[in-house]
């Protein structure tokens, strides 16, 4: 992470792990601020940047993986249907990024393994379907996770999840996209 600097130029130096995908947010201060921007990237070895969705619109849902509702990964739980469940509407075909960044309860808490799935349809979902099965991001132990998609017109279930069921944190789910979309939370029995 860069720290912000009334500077012209802000430079950071990572380590960044192999075959992962990592998300470069550019931003100034205040929010609000516009400018035009150059990103330069040095690596010791192969790297590719390429960028996010044209994403005219942000839709962002909070949501948070509780004891009864952090239902575990799909394979290898029976539960992980029980994760919170977002149903994505586009209506028109286009480009999507979705990304998962987790928020621990206790800030003392080393981040979680999350991913998602993006499933067709606009109920939750409770059973695997390979065929409504769009893709799902990686499991990683970051605070955030990303992916995108080439998507048509239609209704979209994300459902976020930890490895392991029983973990809690908070959760954010932004999807980015120049489509017009809504994105809201599916209401499920355990959320009453």
């Avoid at 075959?19 to 921007?37: I, W």
């Avoid at 390429?50 to 575990?72: L, S």
């Avoid at 075909?93 to 990304?99: D, F, K, L």
């Amino acid at each position: 992470t860069a720290r912000s600097a009334a500077a012209r130029e802000v430079a950071a130096q990572l380590t960044l792990q192999r075959d992962q995908h990592y998300l470069l947010v550019p931003c100034a201060l205040p929010a609000g601020t516009e400018a035009a921007f150059g990103l330069t990237l040095v690596a010791r070895g192969p790297v590719a940047c390429t960028p996010v969705a044209d994403a005219d619109f942000e839709y962002r849902v909070q949501g948070q993986w509780r004891r009864d509702t952090a239902g575990g990964r799909v394979s290898g739980s029976d539960t992980w249907g029980s994760n919170p469940q977002l149903h994505l509407h586009l209506k028109q075909a286009g480009r999507v990024a979705v990304a998962l960044h987790q928020r621990p309860l206790d800030p003392t808490d080393p981040p979680r393994h999350i991913a998602f799935y993006l499933f067709r349809g606009a109920a939750a979902v409770t059973e695997f379907e390979r065929g409504q099965c769009v893709g799902w991001s990686d499991f990683l132990p970051y605070p955030t996770v990303f992916r995108e998609f080439d998507l048509e017109a239609g209704d979209f279930v994300v459902v976020p999840m930890t490895w392991t069921r029983g973990e809690e944190a908070a959760f954010d789910v932004a999807v980015y996209t120049a489509a017009v979309a809504t994105l809201r939370r599916i209401p499920r029995l355990a959320d009453a």
